[in-house]
């Protein structure tokens, strides 16, 4: 009787800390207990729109559909915004490497572009990446109808053509350096950009870019993220010193209770869930669901209140998310 009644504990503490999944349902929502991640995430548009009246036009860049074989009809139209406000000429081009969602997320949230662009003279441009918002070379969800040309490869050569095209086409900007901005994966295109196109990328800013991890790599090590992410529930992260060890210990009270269909029974009435648990591996997929709201705590662990990761302005996170789910 107590070992239930402590299970059932352990998952109270794990649902409370996990409660802002009802703001994260759209990225962290299981469909039969399979883990997908939205790929046009909803957009916060409110201080977009206001950059969008002052400055920001919204423009298109055809591109191939396949960089590697130019010989192809087939094109699709690349979504992008630029900014000339406060350009000069000869002023660097501040370039936003899109990553893996609608381009206006970024616009929105990544203020270090507009808070220097003034004091440079610069030129801002904002690139979405191929398959997601409103670029799709196969109509709305390409990537179900055809995903081979979703690979970082063409996304770099899509903005490598998109800079040679601003350069041509905007008075004064023949010869400005371009600066690469880019966080987590656009972060890791912005240091390819560099990489890879040195002749065409001056430097590049990138945030939170793990271009190391991959296996095989020196710098790899596969539990870095997790690292990070149970600091920011500790002590030295600013939350309650009990938290990480209650969210460990209501991790394993769930597995525990997984483990057999009575105890999978009990988890999905306590879990609230819509559809039951029916097998060990359904109890795992949801443990992953659940983690994923920590997972969005700590990349979203910000000083203010943001929907920057949960996507949804209707359900923005607190300021210090993961100590506010701490405090719970």
């Known amino acids: 009787m107590w070992k239930t009644v402590r299970l059932e504990l352990a998952l109270v503490v794990l649902v409370t800390l996990g409660g802002a999944l009802q703001g994260l349902s759209h990225r962290y929502k299981p469909s039969r207990w399979a883990t997908t991640r939205h790929r046009n995430r909803k957009v916060d548009g409110t201080q977009a729109r206001i950059f969008a009246k ?24 690349q979504r992008y915004f630029i900014c000339s406000q ?31 662009a003034q004091a440079f ?4 441009v904002f690139a979405e990446h191929r398959y ?7 109509g709305p969800d390409s990537w179900r109808v055809e995903p081979r040309y979703l690979t970082t490869e063409q996304a770099l050569l899509d903005f490598a053509r998109l800079l040679y095209g601003i350069r041509s086409k905007v008075p004064g900007a023949h010869d400005s350096p371009v600066i690469a901005f880019g966080g987590s994966y656009g972060g890791m295109l912005a240091a390819w950009l560099r990489l890879k196109y040195p002749h065409l990328v001056t430097g590049a800013i990138a945030a939170s870019a793990p271009i190391g991890a991959f296996p095989g790599s020196e710098t790899f090590v ?11 529930a500790s002590a030295p992260g600013g939350a309650p010193p009990q938290c990480a060890g209650n969210i460990r210990a209501a991790f394993r009270a769930l597995f525990s209770l997984g483990a ?38 700590a990349m ?3 000083p203010y209140a943001s929907s920057y990761i949960s996507g949804d302005p209707a359900h923005p996170l607190p300021a210090w998310p993961m100590r506010r789910a701490c405090d719970s």
Not at 86 to 109: H, M, Q
Not at 222 to 232: A, G, H, L, Q
Not at 260 to 289: I, M, N, T, Y
Request: with cysteine; net charge negative.
């Open 222 to 232: 596969p539990s870095r993220f997790w690292e990070v992410v149970t600091r920011d």
């Open 86 to 116: 406060y350009f000069e000429k000869g002023g660097p081009i501040f370039f936003y490497a899109g990553n893996e969602a609608d381009v206006e997320l970024y616009v929105n949230a990544t203020g270090l572009m507009w808070q220097n």
């Open 260 to 297: 057999d269909a009575v105890g999978r029974a009990q988890l999905s009435g306590l879990l609230r869930l819509c559809e039951p648990l029916d097998s060990v591996e359904d109890v795992k997929a949801a443990g992953f669901w659940l983690q994923g709201a920590f997972d969005a705590y």
């Open 121 to 124: 003279k610069a030129l801002i």
């Open 300 to 302: 979203g662990n910000f």
């Open 54 to 77: 002052g400055c920001l036009e919204e423009k298109w860049y055809d591109q191939w559909i396949d960089n590697y074989q130019l010989s192809s009809d087939a094109h699709y139209n």
């Open 132 to 138: 997601y918002g409103q670029s799709q070379p196969f």
